[in-house]
């Protein structure tokens, strides 16, 4: 994966100030580069290298340190802010769908309204100033989401067998990943020895990926389900 030799690395004090967002993190910050200098980093060892490869859309993390400085890295954060949102617009519309589906007058409404809500959660998201405060935002989608899932507990709603429970561990987690992230641990506990593997946001980026299993193996059996159940009449 890093085997290239790459340029001096920066401690934290000496990287620009819009990637001074962790303080524990004490080491192997690359350079301001240009965007070929940006790609040349995916094959030499820095402290965002394992960000990198456990990303789903790399974009954010391979380039932040470009050369443009703040603008281009605050476009970046946007543009992965705008990818989270996405994804848990997307992946919970199937949810509320194979949730309500024996209750058309009410699924429209849930749907859009889900929609709407992720949009202000989106925008709450770019503009907050703080981690903690973008993981707020995205709480807002998460509570709708509780709301779906506790219809469904108490059987106000339907879907397969076994999906609710893979539903509940995908919230879990990626709540687990958000707190995370927000704690700084466990770099918070030893300054400097997680700068280039096993910090919080590797933590996050992980965890993520097996909340996004764990919808995958909810909503297959929910749509198969959906496609074959009949309802019963009113």
Partial sequence: MAFLAGPRLLDWASSPPH???????????????????????????????????????????????????????????ALDMCGVCLVNTLGALPIIHCTLACRPWLRPAALVGYTVLSGVAGWRALTAP??????????????ARLLVFGA??????????????????????????????????????????????????????LLSVGSILQLHAGVVPDLLWAAHHTCPPD
């Avoid at 993190?25 to 240009?34: E, F, I, K, M, N």
């Avoid at 402290?47 to 932040?64: A, D, K, P, Q, W």
Wanted: proline share 3%; with cysteine.
């Fill in 19 to 77: 990637l001074q967002f962790n303080k524990f993190v004490l080491t192997g910050y690359r350079p301001a580069s240009s965007g070929s200098g940006c790609l040349r980093s995916l094959f030499y060892l820095h402290n965002e290298l394992g960000n990198i490869y456990t990303h789903g859309s790399v974009l954010y993390h391979l380039f932040m340190c470009h050369q443009g400085g703040s603008a281009v890295y605050t476009r970046l954060l």
């Fill in 130 to 143: 703080s981690t903690s405060a973008r993981l707020r935002a995205f709480g807002w989608q998460a509570a």
């Fill in 152 to 205: 469904r507990g108490v059987g106000l709603g339907s879907g397969a067998p076994g999906s609710l429970h893979c539903y509940l561990r995908m919230d879990a987690l990626a709540l687990l990943g958000g707190l995370v992230n927000v704690a700084r641990l466990p770099e918070r506990w030893g300054p400097g020895r997680f700068d280039y593997w096993g910090n919080s946001h590797q933590i996050m980026h």
